[in-house]
């Protein structure tokens, strides 16, 4: 079967090896989606006339059957294919013939493809809002579990006095705001683009409502060439979303990863969670934290590919935005697989409260000794300096 662009003359096999790249195994990710909204697609096309009842219903049947094969792992998208979408309607047009050849009437690769990536994208920002609010809950769970002191740092070096819970849930408010931020990038990108075409409107009767309803969207992205330019734009804000859940589960990992360490002892892994040496026998390795902590970085800079991908480009479809497919599906899943893990860490990670108290130590509490001279009457400064003094001459 041909390319859904094919005009009769053949390509280049060198320039379409380079033009398609990995999008045909990228793709695997939105059969599924490009299903769904072809599906949706063909009932809207029955209701303005370009499709008879039998047709639909022919449309519909095939499209399901290739979402189950999807997921049985049937259903294949070759080189040739280029991507999911002309795969998907080369199988409909040799199933349904003629059938299968109306179901790209009334719409563009650029708004199928946005529509089956806009889709993918709700599904994988909702199933990771779920999954935050499981780290959430399990960070709290373990604070509560484990309410008792343990020496606060600033600098690498004993602070002041802090608590276990206290410091587990500054992670889980942390995840919290991260969450917020989520939520408000999953309305921003609740619109349906299909029916924009290629930014440019068409001698048809579009019916965007159905299609919008049809497909669980909060509203039309009206404006058919913002449609275009809200590609990279989307992208962006999702990533950068993803790299801050990262950068809570970073800053986490390196805690867990230092206070574990048997210089503290404040926290242990269970040993079925760490890895060991090739060389050195006594070795208890934390690979999987420090994985995590390496994962924020990968997905900080498939942030900044998708940002510079988007940039200096004039509004309507460029090819370039192809390449912003990759960094974003990857971004997902790095966070989905990230904070799955933190999560099943925390959940069986052990604080040691006899280590924890043991080394609460005489420094720690020279910050409330300054204060218990303040509330005697003695000016902050001088009190300061007096404790320090005291301190200096031990």
């Not at 309305?187 to 029916?195: A, R, S």
């Not at 993803?242 to 926290?267: A, E, K, V, W």
Request: charged share 25%; aromatic share 8%.
């Amino acid at each position: 079967m041909g390319k859904i662009w094919d005009r009769g003359n053949s390509i280049d096999k060198k320039i379409e090896e380079f033009t398609v790249g990995d999008d045909y195994i990228i793709d695997q990710e939105l059969v599924q989606y490009d299903c769904e909204a072809s599906i949706a697609h063909a009932k809207m096309l029955k209701k303005i006339g370009i499709l008879s009842a039998n047709e639909e219903k022919q449309l519909i049947e095939e499209l399901q059957k290739i979402a189950q094969e999807h997921k049985e792992r049937k259903f294949t998208i070759s080189i040739e294919d280029e991507d999911c979408h002309t795969a998907i309607e080369n199988r409909l047009i040799k199933s349904l013939g003629d059938s299968g050849s109306k179901i790209h009437t009334g719409r563009s690769r650029n708004d199928q493809v946005l529509v089956a990536l806009r889709l993918y994208y709700k599904s994988s920002l909702s199933e990771i809002s779920s999954m935050i609010n499981q780290c959430i809950e399990h960070l709290q769970k373990f604070g509560d579990k484990n309410n008792f002191d343990f020496p606060g740092y600033t600098h690498m070096q004993k602070a002041m006095p802090s608590n276990i819970k206290i410091w587990s849930n500054a992670f889980a408010d942390s995840c919290i705001d991260d969450l917020k931020n989520l939520k408000n990038v999953q309305h921003i990108i609740d619109q349906n683009p299909l029916g924009s075409v290629a930014g440019y409107p068409i001698p048809l009767d579009i019916d965007r409502e159905l299609t919008s309803s049809e497909l669980d969207f909060n509203k039309i992205q009206s404006n058919p060439i913002y449609c275009q330019i809200s590609r990279g734009k989307f992208e962006t804000l999702i990533v950068d979303s993803l790299s801050q859940i990262m950068l809570t589960l970073n800053r986490l990992s390196s805690d867990l990863i230092l206070f574990s360490m048997p210089h503290f002892g404040y926290f242990m892994l269970p040993e079925k969670f760490c890895t060991g040496s090739s060389i050195m026998p006594q070795k208890k390795n934390p690979d999987v934290l420090e994985l995590i902590r390496a994962n924020y970085h990968i997905v900080n800079g498939y942030g900044v590919q998708v940002k510079s991908l988007s940039a200096n480009l004039i509004s309507g479809y460029n090819r370039d935005l192809q390449l912003a497919k990759k960094p974003v599906i990857n971004s997902i899943k790095i966070t989905k697989s990230s904070l799955d893990m933190m999560t099943y860490i925390i959940t069986n990670l052990i604080a040691s409260k006899e280590n924890c108290l043991n080394d609460m130590t005489e420094d720690l509490f020279a910050t409330n000794e300054v204060y218990n001279l303040v509330k005697e009457g003695v000016p902050f400064r001088d009190a300061y300096r007096t404790i320090a003094k005291k301190l200096s001459d031990k």
